[in-house]
């Protein structure tokens, strides 16, 4: 199969950007992007665009794609409009890598920019209402929190401030794997902990604030086991990858020696299941796909981003992608063995908790922190030698499991 | 390079559906495209999905593939929501073909459906603001129809009733096309009473009433010089086709002979020039290139479906894709020529104005109509001996021109 490289990524700091314009998220990590790579505007055969929320935010929907192209002065060329929940950036990517594949472009942009951030807080978190089936929201709402039942929640662990339902799910989901596997509420605290002394080397990260297992513990409430450092943010923000062939690599001159290959783009929805039938988990059937594309294994990988939406994501996805035991995600994370200098580090970038999660663009935001581990680019965070990385990326829910889930390797 | 074929088509009846959901319409599309093409639900390997306003009329975004698909029976496979206005499903077919040239896959489905009716108006309409740069409406609105001007508006020919802003834009087009080709109002109506005998012969359409020309010019109003049966309507409905390369077309056995090949399928985003500047339109663009990709001559071409969003609409579009003289759009209408039986018919389904337009499902229904009459399938509508067709479906606006093109190449 023709190869696929990654010629260049760029991506703007996330946070809180009130006074900027998707068109403006958009040029700035696409700019850095074209950089990154030696290419122009010109070079540019096509446009993969993913966004998910200017829609609900702003009533901008349909050709959100060419709008921002054409504030970046790409023109004429096919640009691609997609959507995926969380994981659309990823879905950009893999579109971005079929379409050089089929031989229709040699170089091209994939692009996720999303703008959540709103004084309107109601607006704000009914954004995440469409990343659900709207006919469903309530029965299936309720068969995923039952998912919970059977471990207590001590008094005064549930906010009462608004937030995203996702993290209700996702502290019923955190307490299914207690019930489960005896994990603790410590072990999430050591994820969350770890991932934000991992922020502290990430300069475009929104929070880059050590905290220690205590400290996460102590912090406010969301939703019991969860403590609000253990919970990605809103966040404004765009990440870019320029994605080619051999023949584009030529073009754009001299970028050979840092080109990142991908040596695997899997897509994976899911089928009915159970919650905790942990072993059908969409992420462990987009995984075992996606190690057979690329030849090798769980235990070839030096690094990995996954969707730690909250720290209990990262804990269920570094099992489901077979880099540490089943039930052993957070106690990985205890014994420092997915820390930067462990046995393998995951979310060195601070991941979605730290770094920020502009679900638009956060598929593409993994890519760029892979990118630079593997050049050896990534400063006081690079994990020493890596040369094989994996990324996870997951969105939305149909029925009672996960819409969607995108797994990436890239290799040098 | 490999070959590409429509193994199978299907569509729903195009009206109003208020009882039936979109997941009842996208698994009906589906079910006939399956059916025709000898598959079944488990030979699909991807799916690309088109809908463009589900999001604005029932806050359902991000993951309505998924949604669909799983209604569908369709599980575990990777499913692309896509989005381009008007042109979102010649655009999941584009994705669709270039996937299965990647490689990725050997079957793979193009859906496109869309619930536009609502008894609240006032939402119906404003589906349609998304199919512009939101932040630049007004600015990009005056200089649009600033293109109308120098033609007189007589009294009483610009309706009170609520319609879409595309009508006056589209109106402002005729205008501006009369004042550069002196072409005319019942060249337009000549255009509109063409397509509404076509589709008194297509049972799907949601129109079926003859008219004459003196009938569409003495119709409601809706713009000057638009009347009502010269403009598309609000449509509920859903379109799909079964994509695939040889080895797949072999396993689903026996649908060879009927096999249509997609010769090319281009999409065109336009770059600044002025409204009027016909030479260098989006779709002369588009258009070129699909020919050349094709290997074939506008004047080869035996029958087309191209977007008569208004009766100007397929003025504008057959002069950009060469089929007839620049300014002889509506001429070629008043003399036959683009009627069945003509020298090159164009709509012999009825078109955007009969059969209906619903948003994200209308280029896939172009295509369900060449495919029927590239197989001499389409009953009392066919275009005799017709073995090369072109289908042309635009959509948005960005800057002051369409952000998007859509040009599909078919043969047999």
Same mark, same amino acid.
């Given at each position: 199969?023709?190869?696929?490289?990654?010629?260049?990524?760029?991506?703007?700091?996330?946070?809180?950007?009130?006074?900027? *314009?998707?068109?403006?998220?958009?040029?700035?990590?696409?700019?850095?992007?074209?950089?990154?790579?030696?290419? $122009?505007?010109?070079?540019?055969?096509?446009?993969?665009?993913?966004?998910?929320?200017?829609?609900?935010?702003?009533?901008?929907?349909?050709?959100?794609?060419?709008? @921002?192209?054409?504030?970046?002065?790409?023109?004429?060329? !096919?640009?691609?409009?997609?959507?995926?929940?969380? &994981?659309?950036?990823?879905?950009?990517?893999?579109?971005?890598?079929?379409?050089?594949?089929?031989?229709?472009?040699?170089?091209?942009?994939?692009?996720?920019?999303?703008?959540?951030? *709103?004084?309107?807080?109601?607006?704000?978190?009914?954004?995440?209402?469409?990343?659900?089936?709207?006919?469903?929201?309530?029965?299936?709402?309720?068969?995923?929190?039952?998912?919970?039942?059977?471990?207590?929640?001590?008094?005064?662990?549930?906010?009462?401030?608004?937030?995203?339902?996702?993290?209700?799910?996702?502290?019923?989901?955190?307490? $299914?794997?207690?019930?489960?596997?005896?994990?603790?509420?410590?072990?999430?605290?050591?994820?969350?902990?770890?991932?934000?002394?991992?922020?502290? #080397?990430?300069?475009? $990260?929104?929070?880059?604030?050590?905290?220690?297992?205590?400290?996460?513990?102590?912090?406010?409430?969301? &939703?019991?086991?969860?403590?609000?450092?253990?919970?990605?943010?809103? *966040?404004?923000?765009?990440?870019?990858?320029?994605?080619?062939?051999?023949?584009?690599?030529?073009?754009?001159?001299?970028?050979?020696?840092?080109?990142?290959?991908?040596?695997?783009?899997?897509?994976?929805? #899911?089928?009915? =299941?159970?919650?905790?039938?942990?072993?059908?988990?969409?992420? =462990?059937?987009?995984?075992?796909?996606?190690?057979?594309?690329?030849?090798?294994?769980?235990?070839?990988?030096?690094?990995?981003?996954?969707?730690?939406?909250?720290?209990?994501?990262? @804990?269920?996805?570094?099992?489901?992608?077979?880099?540490?035991? !089943?039930?052993?995600?957070?106690?990985?994370?205890? =014994?420092?063995?997915?820390?930067?200098?462990?046995?393998?580090?995951?979310?060195? *970038?601070?991941?979605?908790?730290?770094?920020?999660?502009?679900?638009?663009?956060?598929?593409?935001?993994?890519?760029?922190?892979?990118?630079?581990?593997?050049?050896?680019?990534?400063?006081? =965070?690079?994990?020493?030698?890596?040369?094989?990385?994996?990324?996870?990326?997951?969105?939305?829910?149909?029925?009672?499991?996960?819409?969607?889930? &995108?797994?990436?390797?890239?290799?040098?």
């Amino acid at each position: 199969m023709t190869d696929i490289f990654i010629a260049g990524v760029g991506m703007t700091a996330f946070g809180k950007q009130l006074d900027r *314009s998707l068109k403006h998220l958009g040029a700035e990590a696409t700019g850095l992007a074209l950089a990154d790579a030696g290419a $122009a505007q010109r070079d540019i055969e096509a446009v993969f665009f993913g966004n998910c929320v200017q829609g609900h935010m702003e009533g901008q929907d349909m050709i959100r794609g060419e709008i @921002v192209a054409r504030a970046m002065g790409i023109e004429r060329v !096919p640009v691609i409009n997609v959507e995926n929940a969380c &994981a659309t950036a990823s879905t950009a990517l893999h579109l971005a890598a079929a379409y050089v594949r089929s031989g229709a472009a040699d170089i091209v942009l994939a692009l996720g920019a999303e703008k959540m951030f *709103s004084t309107d807080r109601a607006r704000m978190f009914g954004a995440f209402d469409g990343a659900w089936d709207v006919h469903e929201t309530e029965a299936n709402r309720d068969i995923l929190l039952a998912m919970g039942e059977g471990v207590a929640v001590p008094e005064g662990t549930m906010s009462t401030q608004p937030y995203s339902i996702f993290m209700d799910v996702y502290a019923a989901m955190s307490r $299914a794997h207690m019930r489960t596997y005896g994990s603790t509420q410590a072990q999430l605290a050591a994820v969350a902990a770890k991932n934000h002394v991992h922020s502290t #080397g990430n300069t475009l $990260a929104q929070y880059r604030v050590p905290f220690t297992v205590e400290e996460v513990l102590k912090a406010a409430p969301i &939703a019991y086991p969860l403590t609000l450092p253990m919970c990605s943010p809103i *966040s404004d923000g765009a990440a870019a990858a320029v994605i080619c062939n051999a023949t584009g690599l030529k073009r754009l001159g001299g970028g050979r020696d840092r080109a990142v290959r991908i040596l695997a783009s899997v897509l994976q929805t #899911g089928s009915e =299941r159970q919650p905790t039938d942990y072993d059908r988990h969409v992420s =462990r059937l987009g995984a075992a796909r996606a190690y057979e594309l690329a030849g090798v294994g769980p235990s070839e990988m030096d690094v990995a981003e996954v969707h730690d939406a909250t720290a209990t994501g990262e @804990v269920i996805e570094v099992e489901a992608l077979g880099l540490v035991r !089943p039930g052993e995600g957070g106690l990985a994370a205890e =014994r420092g063995e997915t820390a930067i200098g462990g046995r393998i580090p995951v979310n060195p *970038s601070g991941g979605l908790e730290c770094r920020g999660h502009p679900i638009g663009a956060t598929g593409l935001a993994q890519v760029h922190e892979l990118t630079l581990q593997l050049r050896g680019e990534a400063g006081g =965070r690079q994990v020493a030698g890596a040369r094989l990385g994996i990324a996870q990326n997951g969105g939305g829910i149909v029925g009672v499991e996960e819409a969607v889930t &995108a797994v990436t390797i890239l290799g040098r």
